[in-house]
C-alpha cells in the first residue's frame, strides 16, 4: 500500500447534491416497495428477537432502503489513495461503488454503474486510473464522474446533453482518523455526530500514533453464508462467546498452553452502549492482552496513558471488539477492521483489513499483521470460530418452526449505566445491551421512511 | 518543416508521462502529445486518438507504445501505426529532439491527407 506523506491530510468533508437522474415519464408504482411494520419483531424492552429478521426476502430490501441507503457507511482507508486515480472498488449495502481521489486530490466516491445499459465502469478491486470506461459499449467518465466520451456520439437526439450522464455520486464523504465513510442522504448528520461518543473508544486504535494509521498488505474479502447482522451484533455486544466457542484458541495462546489464568476466564469490563446503534466492549484488566510480544515491548505505555488516559489504556487499549452501526467493525487491539457486506438474508461478505500505527518499524508492523492474520485473517484461529457460528445459526434458521421461536437478549437487562469512568452509557462487559441498542436502531431506522420514498 | 518549438526541459516530462502542446502553439491541425517512453526516449505524435475523442497525452506510455486511456487502442512510439482495435487508422508522428537538456519540437506541417 503507497503511504506517500504528501497524501496524509485528511479528505475534506464533502457534501455534494444528490445526483439528479432524468427519469422522463418513468415513475415507480406504489406497491413497488412495500413498506413492512417490522415493530413487532424486536422487543428491546424484554430482550427478545424474532429470527425472521435473518431469513426474510422482504425484510432484507427493506434493509438496504432504510438501513444502509440513509447510514454512514465505510467505504476505504484514506491511505488507499497517495495520488489522484488512484481507486478502490467497495459495496454500500448491495450498491457497488468507485471510491476515488480525483485531480483536485478530493475522495470522492460514485456508483460503480454505467448510465448507459448499467455495467459496472470499473471491474477491478484497486489500482490507477485516468477514466473509468464502461466495457460494454465504451461510455467513459472521468475521475470526477463526468461523462468524457460517448462512441456514435452523433446518433444520439440533439437534446442529449452529456452533462446529465455522468455517474451517480455518493452526495456525503467525510472520514474520522483515516477512515472514509459515505452516506447517500445529503441531509444526514455529520459523520462525527453520526459516530457520537463512539468516537472515544475508536481513538482507542485509531489515535494511539501521532502519525495515524496505514493500512498493511491486502485486503482479505471471504463468503460467509449468515445474515450480516449476526457478525454486526456480535462486535458490538458479544464477549460472551469468547471462552466456549474460542476455548480451544485460548488454549493455544496461552503459556505452556496450560490454557489461560482464572483471572482471564473471569475477566472484568465495560461495555459500551450507544443510542445510534454502535457497541464496543473491553476487559479492563491492564494485563489482559493478546497482542505478539514485539508489539507490546514496542509500545510505550506510559506515553499512552499521557495521550489516550488511563481509562482508555487499561480498557480499550487492552483488548476488545467494537461495531460502528450498521455493518462496520474492528478489534482495536488486532488492528482488524472489517466491512460486513450483505449479500441477501442469508449470505455476507467479509472484507478485512489490517490497519497499524504508522510509526511503527517494519519488524514490529510486519509481527502485528502476522497476528492479526493468526488469529482474525479469513483462516485465523478465532476467526474460523466466529464464522463458525454464524453459519450454523443461519443454517437452520429457515426451518418454519424454528423461524418462529424468539431468540434471547436478555444479559444485562437493567445493567446500563454511566460509571463516571467510560463515556457514554456502559454495561458489563458480559451483556446483552449493545444488542439491544443495535436492534432498537435497527427498528427505528426501518419503521421510519428514508428520504429517498419523501421524494416523488 | 517548421521552425522547432522549445517544449519544456527534459525533467518536466517523467518516464511513462506525456504533455500535450496546443495546436494554437504548433500550428498544426490538432495538439501535439508529447511522450516518454518508459526507457526515457522521446516521442510525438498528433494528440486526439484516430477512435474518439480522447488526449494520448494522458495515456499509458510503455515498451515503445502509447495506449489511449479511453478505450485502451495503443499506437507505436515510433511509427504511429494504430497496433490493435478500437483504433484502425494510423496516427501522425513528428520529431522531437533533445537538444541541451530541453525538448524541442519539430511538427510535421503536410497538409492533412
Ligand atoms: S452499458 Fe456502459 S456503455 Fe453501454
Ligand atoms: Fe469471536
Redesign the pocket.
Known amino acids: 500500500m503507497p503511504s506517500d506523506p504528501a497524501a496524509r491530510s485528511e479528505p475534506e468533508p464533502r457534501r455534494s447534491r444528490a445526483t439528479v437522474t432524468r427519469r422522463g415519464a418513468l415513475h415507480r408504482p406504489a406497491g413497488l416497495e412495500p413498506g413492512i411494520d417490522v415493530g413487532g419483531l424486536v422487543d428491546t424492552e424484554a430482550g427478545l428477537v424474532d429470527r425472521a429478521i435473518f431469513t426474510d426476502e422482504r425484510i432484507y430490501r427493506q434493509e438496504l432502503r432504510r438501513v444502509f441507503a440513509p447510514s454512514w457507511l465505510f467505504l476505504a482507508h484514506e491511505d488507499q489513495f497517495a495520488k489522484p486515480g488512484d481507486f478502490f472498488t467497495t459495496y454500500m449495502g448491495e450498491d457497488p461503488v468507485i471510491v476515488t481521489r480525483d485531480r483536485t486530490n478530493t475522495i470522492r466516491a460514485f456508483l460503480n454503474s454505467?448510465?448507459?445499459?448499467?455495467?459496472r465502469?470499473c471491474r477491478a478491486d484497486f489500482g490507477t486510473t485516468r477514466n473509468f470506461t464502461?466495457?460494454?459499449?465504451?461510455?467513459s467518465y472521468d475521475l470526477a464522474g463526468k461523462l468524457v466520451s460517448v462512441p456514435n456520439r452523433d446518433g444520439y437526439p440533439g437534446d442529449f446533453e452529456t452533462g446529465q450522464w455522468g455517474l451517480v455520486e455518493v452526495p456525503g464523504i467525510d472520514s474520522y482518523h483515516g477512515l472514509i465513510f459515505g452516506t447517500w442522504n445529503s441531509e444526514a448528520p455529520p459523520l462525527r455526530t453520526a459516530l457520537g461518543e463512539m468516537t472515544w473508544y475508536m481513538d482507542a486504535m485509531l489515535d494511539r500514533d501521532p502519525e495515524g494509521t496505514v493500512v498493511v498488505g491486502g485486503i482479505h474479502k471471504w463468503v460467509l453464508e449468515g445474515n450480516w447482522k449476526l457478525a454486526a451484533e456480535q462486535f458490538a455486544t458479544d464477549w460472551y462467546h469468547v471462552n466456549m466457542s474460542h476455548a480451544s484458541a485460548l488454549q493455544l495462546l496461552a503459556p505452556k498452553a496450560k490454557g489461560p489464568k482464572t483471572e482471564i476466564v473471569h475477566r472484568t469490563g465495560r461495555q459500551y452502549v450507544d443510542p445510534r446503534g454502535h457497541g464496543a466492549g473491553f476487559p479492563v484488566h491492564p494485563k489482559n492482552r493478546f497482542d505478539a510480544q514485539t508489539v507490546h515491548d514496542w509500545y510505550d505505555y506510559g506515553a499512552l496513558r499521557e495521550r489516550l488516559g488511563d481509562a482508555r489504556v487499561e480498557g480499550p487499549l487492552t483488548n476488545g471488539h467494537a461495531t460502528v452501526f450498521p455493518n462496520f467493525s474492528y478489534l482495536p487491539v488486532n488492528g482488524s477492521i472489517r466491512v460486513w457486506h450483505p449479500k441477501g438474508p442469508d449470505r455476507m461478505e467479509v472484507w478485512a483489513w489490517t490497519v497499524l500505527d504508522r510509526s511503527m518499524p517494519p519488524e514490529v508492523k510486519e509481527a502485528q499483521r502476522l497476528y492479526n492474520l493468526r488469529t482474525f485473517g479469513p483462516s485465523g484461529i478465532f476467526e474460523q470460530d466466529d464464522g463458525e457460528n454464524w453459519s450454523e445459526v443461519q443454517s437452520i434458521s429457515r426451518g418454519f418452526i424454528t423461524n418462529r421461536v424468539p431468540l434471547n437478549y436478555q444479559m444485562g437487562i437493567g445493567s446500563e449505566r454511566d460509571d463516571g469512568r467510560y463515556p457514554g452509557m456502559t454495561s458489563e462487559l458480559y451483556s446483552d445491551a449493545a444488542g439491544r441498542a443495535f436492534y432498537a436502531r435497527w427498528k427505528e431506522l426501518m419503521t421510519t421512511p428514508a428520504w429517498h420514498e419523501e421524494q416523488p | 518543416m517548421s521552425p522547432a518549438i522549445r517544449v519544456a526541459p527534459v525533467e518536466d516530462i517523467a518516464e511513462g508521462e506525456g504533455l500535450k502542446v496546443d495546436r494554437s502553439v504548433t500550428g498544426t491541425a490538432d495538439h501535439i502529445a508529447v511522450l516518454r517512453d518508459d526507457d526515457g526516449e522521446f516521442y510525438a505524435l498528433d494528440d486526439t486518438c484516430t477512435h474518439e475523442e480522447a488526449s494520448l497525452a494522458e495515456g499509458w506510455i510503455e515498451n515503445g507504445q502509447v495506449e489511449c486511456p479511453l478505450h485502451a487502442a495503443r499506437f507505436c512510439l515510433r511509427t504511429g501505426a494504430a497496433l490493435c482495435l478500437p483504433a484502425t487508422r494510423h496516427i501522425r508522428r513528428h520529431q522531437v529532439e533533445v537538444r541541451d537538456g530541453e525538448i524541442w519540437l519539430l511538427p510535421d506541417m503536410a497538409p492533412v491527407p
Do not use: E, K, M
Request: proline share 0%; hydrophobic share 25%.
Open positions: 454505467c448510465r448507459h445499459r448499467g455495467a465502469v464502461c466495457t460494454y459499449h465504451g461510455w
